[in-house]
Nanobody, 128 residues
Framework: QVLLVESGGGSVQAGGSLRLSCVGS???????MAWFRQAPGKEREGVAA???????SYADSAKGRFTISQDIAVNTLYLQMNSLKPEDTAIYYC???????????????????????WGQGTQVTVSS
């Protein structure tokens, strides 16, 4: 059974940066890894995804500000978030798809139904 553990959340002012990490245990590789977020009273939304070959996809809200990456050697997924805005405030979750699927922006739009393993979430709060 794969477990995912996120870290790196916190409170920052608008314009600041945070880097989220997600460690997979006992192994990491999946067909697609992604970050999702959920703000209070809102539906979960996809933020960014990365395929096994390193190709990345981003939601429009993340383009130009967030960067998803992975270091397979240490079983870790990252989300570098720059120029943070108050509307980025949410709980951020990493997720793994363990079945073959195209790791494109479509998996972000579908809201997570392609992903079978989820972390516990890490809170990100951006103040104005």
């Amino acid at each position: 059974q794969v477990l995912l553990v996120e870290s790196g959340g916190g409170s920052v002012q608008a314009g600041g940066s945070l880097r989220l990490s997600c460690v997979g245990s006992p192994y990491y590789l999946s067909y697609c890894m992604a970050w999702f977020r959920q703000a209070p009273g809102k539906e979960r939304e996809g933020v960014a995804a990365i395929a096994m070959d390193g190709r990345t996809s981003y939601a429009d809200s993340a383009k130009g500000r967030f960067t998803i990456s992975q270091d397979i050697a240490v079983n870790t997924l990252y989300l570098q978030m720059n120029s943070l805005k108050p509307e980025d405030t949410a709980i951020y979750y990493c997720a793994a798809a363990l079945r073959p699927s195209a790791c494109t922006v479509a998996v972000l739009v579908r809201g997570g139904s392609d992903f079978s393993v989820w972390g516990q979430g890490t809170q990100v709060t951006v103040s104005s």
